[in-house]
């Protein structure tokens, strides 16, 4: 049997994308088996009036632009075409029969494990599909359940709390946001009205 390529994928509306994102995407394809990190951009939910939300293909544009020096990084934009709300699963389920050759692994922070249990088919997710869980600093007690599975792996990356909240908090108050952002970022944002 011929191995598959096997790709990472990030989930996030990156909005914007910052070099939190970044050093944790680099420090994963540094240190894991993993031959891609695709960066999947959430698409606006319809139902959602998210006013501080870039539209689509703004921050697709700013990943793309982010990620041109790492040939290891893709953006993707699979979910932009597929009905919404989008679950995960459902992305999974078309990536998987769109890239047969591919076996793809979900990158999640460890805040999120917690809630795990809520999403859709969960179960299935957790069956077919590894989890690369990052460190992340929360209130909540940690889920070690989860931690047990066979399918999960805890990776040391370096904890980075950066917020792209905070960081559209500080670009709307006119504040530098420049060491926070990779420059290519930077210089879009900084010739445009967005977040302001």
């Not at 139902?47 to 990620?67: E, G, P, T, Y």
């Not at 979900?106 to 088919?121: A, F, Q, S, V």
């Not at 006119?174 to 926070?180: A, F, I, L, Q, T």
């Amino acid at each position: 049997m011929e191995k598959r390529k096997k790709i990472g994928l990030f989930f996030g509306s990156f909005n914007p994308i910052h070099i939190g994102h970044l050093i944790l995407g680099n420090y994963i394809l540094e240190n894991s088996d993993m031959e891609e990190l695709w960066f999947v951009v959430s698409p606006q939910n319809p139902f959602k009036d998210k006013k501080s939300l870039l539209k689509d293909h703004n921050r697709l544009d700013m990943v793309q632009l982010a990620i041109k020096n790492y040939p290891k990084m893709r953006a993707s934009n699979v979910e932009f075409s597929l009905p919404t709300p989008s679950y995960t699963i459902d992305t999974l389920t078309y990536l998987n029969e769109k890239y047969p050759d591919y076996s793809f692994s979900l990158i999640m922070g460890e805040d999120n494990l917690g809630g795990l249990h809520k999403w859709k088919n969960y179960e299935l997710l957790l069956k077919n599909h590894q989890i690369i869980v990052y460190p992340r600093i929360f209130g909540e007690e940690k889920n070690e359940n989860y931690l047990q599975h066979e399918n999960i792996s805890l990776i040391k990356a370096p904890i980075i709390e950066l917020s792209a909240t905070e960081i559209r908090n500080m670009i709307k108050e006119g504040k530098n946001v420049r060491p926070m952002l990779p420059p290519e970022v930077f210089e879009y944002l900084d010739g445009s009205s967005f977040y302001k």
